[in-house]
């Protein structure tokens, strides 16, 4: 049986003692390596569903803010160019909050917007979509 343990200043490092031979072993950093990136998809339990809009963009503004990503929504975080040597980590952070918003749907929503190719494409889209929809429907029901 094979012994793992941390070694180092390096928080990647493992070294596996096994009997008399020991390797050392390098994880390699991808582009995200905040904690705080590596969450599960399921972000809300409240799914899109056409009729649920502000219930379900609250539940998820919470996230993408409290994740500290709003700014891939509402466009501060600006697209770098595909050249620029901050793109690999942007585009990595904006596929996240794609996948954040892309989950918590019905799968007949999603088809609709999984070929967008921006968090912030979907997002506007979803918005201009169900926010007022949501408003005419709510105002009927009064």
């Keep these: 049986m094979a012994k793992v343990a941390m070694t180092g200043a390096c928080r990647g490092d493992l070294e596996v003692a096994s009997g008399n031979s ?25 799914k899109l569903n056409g009729t649920n809009f502000l219930k379900w963009s609250r539940s998820v503004l919470m996230v993408v803010r409290g994740k500290g990503k709003l700014g891939y ?12 040597p901050s793109y690999p980590t942007w585009e990595a952070h ?12 019905e799968d007949s929503i999603v088809n609709t917007y999984i070929l967008f190719p921006t968090a912030k494409r979907i997002w506007d889209a979803v918005t201009l979509a169900y926010l007022d929809l949501e408003n005419s429907s709510e105002m009927f029901e009064l």
């Design 73 to 84: 929504l509402d466009g501060t975080i600006a697209k770098p160019n595909t050249i620029d």
């Design 22 to 46: 020991q390797s050392n072993f390098t994880n390699v950093p991808t582009a995200i390596s905040e904690n705080s990136n590596h969450t599960s998809l399921q972000i809300t339990t409240h």
């Design 94 to 105: 904006d596929l996240i909050v794609m996948a954040w918003l892309i989950h918590p749907m």
